[in-house]
């Protein structure tokens, strides 16, 4: 069964350096979306792309944030200048069309020194 | 706006036992999708179920199962002959269709089994 991919599974970064989270959605899937889980909080939406654009963000998703499919394949997440607070595992996810559930992949715990 | 409440932080029980972990919903959407997802030590989201709206039938699969009630806004999930497998965190969520499908999950419960 396809899966959504995430790469690296953990990413350890310095403070203030840029760091880009990777995904592979399934390949036939239109919408993409990022979650972000501090460790011991809930699951919280990041920001939802489709058709190679931005369709919706939180308040978390702010400058500091940018989202990018720069291929046919790849959906990444860059973040500028990384906070100690952006410590989290990040998912990301896809779907097909409009009502049909979110494919997860397996997340990237980011850690921030 | 969307809400998913999940009152029970944590529960523990010792295996064997039946357990019910509570989910109540907010919203104004008439289209919706309600979710259960098992979150293993691994970290990892598990996805259990998937319901819509406009099927309120109750589901059985195995030792799970869902009870969803529109008149409460809640979505129960009820372990049947707990194992000490069932161990994780377990997130409710709900989207709607009109928001792009953006998921919104609660806060998830631990539940804890003991053999």
């Known amino acids: 069964e396809p899966e959504v991919t995430q790469t690296p599974s953990h990413q350890v970064t310095q403070m203030g350096q840029e760091v880009i989270l990777r995904c592979v959605p399934i390949s036939n899937h239109l919408y993409f979306y990022w979650y972000r889980q501090i460790l011991g909080q809930k699951v919280e939406f990041l920001v939802s792309f489709y058709n190679n654009e931005i369709s919706e963000k939180s308040e978390i998703f702010d400058d500091q944030f940018s989202v990018e499919r720069p291929d046919g394949s790849n959906f990444t997440l860059k973040i500028r200048s990384t906070k100690l607070e952006d410590s989290a595992m990040y998912f990301c996810?896809?779907?097909?069309?409009?009502?049909?559930?979110?494919?997860f992949g397996d997340g990237t715990r980011l850690s921030i020194l | 706006a969307q809400k998913v409440t999940q009152a029970q932080t944590e529960i523990s029980v010792v295996e064997k036992e039946d357990v019910t972990l509570d989910c109540v919903y907010e919203?104004?959407?008439?289209?919706?999708?309600l979710f259960w997802y098992k979150q293993p030590p691994s970290g990892e989201l598990v996805f259990l179920i998937r319901?819509?709206?406009?099927?309120?039938q109750n589901e059985i699969s195995g030792r799970y199962s869902w009870n969803f009630q529109k008149s409460t806004s809640s979505f129960n999930f009820t372990i049947t002959a707990s194992q000490v497998v069932d161990s994780a965190v377990y997130f409710c969520a709900l989207s709607e269709e009109a928001e792009n499908n953006d998921m919104r999950f609660g806060a998830g419960t631990r539940l804890t089994v003991k053999p």
């Open positions: 996810a896809s779907r097909t069309v409009h009502n049909q559930p979110q494919h």
């Open positions: 319901r819509n709206s406009f099927d309120e």
């Open positions: 919203t104004r959407d008439t289209t919706y999708y």
